[in-house]
């Protein structure tokens, strides 16, 4: 079975430069979420999808930060403009659905540096 | 609101020694508890987790951890840690409402 698919794993940008990353989540999987993770800090959480719907973007920066899951299956996240602390890993993980227990299946992350 | 606190940033230690990360945690709620590990460049990966019965959970690569409601705590262990446990761990909680919240993470270091 395939795991969490994220794209690019580098990315390295001018600061006001737009950015988008792309996740496919492991299959079947209903719930996807987005977060961020700074040098020697936890992942904190930026969006969380159910299906297609957001239900929890309190944490998204909206005046710079989108993100969609059209279909329901990947999603896109995008920094525009970036700016240089923006500069992290994004990690993209999925879940089965509503009634599960929290276990995140991750993928190996998006590395953004901004110059 | 909860919170996870790792009470060590960074442990290292020698081959085959013993080790124990700490995690405490805060919530009004009723919790789910989990470790992933993180080897450099990579995601994060399930170690363990406690979702309800007995305390003592085992998991992946010889690694366990006691959950102790009266302490609030979720420490891991390892009787004798491999050079290949090098990495940074987390400690998680997710409620029913579906909010994990992380740990900062503890650095362990196996030296040889």
């Known amino acids: 079975e395939a795991g969490v698919v994220q794209s690019p794993r580098y990315k390295i940008i001018e600061k006001k430069q737009p950015v988008a990353f792309w996740c496919n989540p492991i299959s079947g999987h209903n719930t996807l979420y987005w977060y961020l993770q700074n040098l020697g800090q936890g992942p904190e959480l930026l969006i969380r999808?159910?299906?297609?719907?957001?239900?929890?973007d309190s944490q998204l920066p909206k005046d710079r930060f989108s993100a969609e899951r059209l279909k329901g299956v990947d999603s896109t996240l995008k920094i525009q403009p970036a700016e240089l602390g923006d500069s992290a890993v994004y990690l993209c993980a999925s879940s089965p659905g509503l009634a599960n227990t929290g276990e995140l299946f991750f993928g190996e992350g998006s590395r953004l540096t901004v110059l | 609101a909860q919170s996870v606190t790792q009470l060590d940033s960074q442990v290292p230690v020698f081959e085959e020694a013993p080790v124990e990360l700490r995690c405490n945690y805060s919530s009004s709620v009723s919790v789910y508890l989990f470790w992933y590990v993180q080897y450099p460049n990579q995601g994060l990966q399930l170690l363990l987790k406690y979702l309800s019965g007995s305390t003592l959970v085992k998991g992946i690569n010889g690694f366990e951890a006691e959950f102790n409601k009266s302490q609030t705590s979720f420490h891991l262990r390892k009787p004798s840690v491999h050079i290949s446990d090098t990495a940074e761990y987390f400690c998680a909680l997710n409620t029913n409402a579906g909010k994990s919240t992380f740990g900062d993470g503890t650095t362990l270091t196996v030296k040889p």
């Open positions: 999808y159910e299906n297609e719907e957001a239900v929890d």
